[in-house]
């Protein structure tokens, strides 16, 4: 039996890709997923996965990954449901028809424009509805993988892992909170005792890899990343110039962590510190730069069946030649070239 974490990235919509991903990893039954660190979209995957675990197991899993974004493709604003055609537009030409609509130019400029905050109580995450009907007995069941869901402390600016039953509906919400769009997720941070006020977990860990770096949990390390880390066409109108910076915004902290990871495994190859001192994490990932960079940032928005289904094919895909090139590097050796990448 082969032992993996896994690290799911948020990126809005996009995390359908991490659907497929993992839809097609649960299928190996050989592979045992131990701990799960999760943000934002990557933070619903990880509870749903876990919470259909711990219900029926690998079908379980399968299932309520499935009934989740079931959930999501139907919060889809009536506006945009007279695009979808019957001949089912490739992923590029979608999110280009999407970008350019009145009805997401109209949405886009409204968030620019004006703060969430001055629709009051009326302006609610439609995700709320979805997050609460979690069987929370089982997210933060002891069973099943570790789970880990990553939020940014507003006030501190620090990022804040949420484990075990400290997870609750307002714990994935925020994790899932970007501030334009919606007000801070406010609640009792049960480490502190106070009302702490929380936004998306990608601005300081996307997702945080620290607490998968345990001593109890495998040296494996799978990356699902959903934000391109690199793109060749400059962006020049506003809206990419905007999903760009948050591109590279979502990925600094990723990036970071990688580099300390690269330092580590290099000072134990050379023998400048004991093996067993520190963690010597391998280093897996599982990505589509190519799909991801003809997509932008009203298909991350706004989910529609189109994009959704499109996106679960590509996570299968993904996951699949993952599989067949790598899956006999697990427990052995990293498929990820850090030096490389950071050169």
């Known amino acids: 039996m082969k032992q993996i974490n896994l690290a ?9 890709f991490t659907w497929g991903v ?9 592979i045992e997923i131990a701990a799960i660190s999760g943000t934002s979209a990557g933070a619903l995957n990880a509870a749903a996965l876990k919470s259909g675990w711990v219900a029926d197991g690998r079908d379980g899993a399968i299932a309520n990954l499935s009934w989740l974004w079931e959930q999501i493709g139907h919060v889809t604003d009536p506006m945009f449901t007279p695009w979808i055609s019957a001949a089912s537009p490739t992923a590029e030409l979608w999110a280009k028809a999407l970008k350019y609509s009145p009805a997401y130019t ?3 400029m409204t968030t620019r424009m004006f703060s969430p905050y ?5 302006m609610q995450n439609p995700l709320a509805k979805i997050v609460q009907k979690f069987h929370y007995d089982a997210v933060c069941a002891n069973d099943g993988p570790a789970l880990h869901i990553c939020a940014t402390n507003v006030r501190s ?7 075990g039953d400290e997870i609750s509906s307002n714990v994935i919400m925020a994790s899932a909170c970007l501030p334009s769009l919606f007000q801070a997720v406010e609640f009792e941070d049960p480490q502190t005792g106070k009302v702490e006020a929380f936004w998306d977990g990608g601005y300081t860990g996307n997702p945080a890899l620290y ?5 109890d949990l495998p040296d494996d390390l799978l990356i699902v990343n959903i934000n391109p880390l690199y793109r060749e066409e400059l962006p020049m109108d506003s809206q990419s110039i905007e999903n760009r910076v948050n591109e590279i915004s979502f990925n600094s902290s990723l990036l970071r962590e990688l580099r300390a990871i690269d330092f580590v495994k290099r000072l134990l190859a050379d023998g400048s510190i004991k093996a067993g001192t520190m963690k010597d994490v391998l280093v897996h990932m599982i990505a589509d730069d190519a799909l991801m960079n003809g997509l932008n940032v009203a298909t991350k928005t706004i989910p529609t069946a189109v994009i959704l289904r499109r996106l679960k094919e590509a996570g299968e895909t993904a996951a699949d030649t993952f599989l067949k090139n790598h899956k006999k590097d697990l427990g052995k050796r990293s498929s990820v070239n850090l030096s490389a990448m950071f050169n």
């Open 8 to 16: 799911l990235q948020g990126g809005g919509a996009h995390g359908a």
């Open 118 to 122: 001055i629709y009051g109580p009326a």
């Open 106 to 108: 109209a949405f886009d």
């Open 157 to 163: 600016g620090k990022i804040r892992v949420f484990t």
């Open 22 to 30: 993992l839809c097609r990893i649960l299928h190996e039954d050989d």
């Open 211 to 215: 607490p998968l770096f345990a001593s």
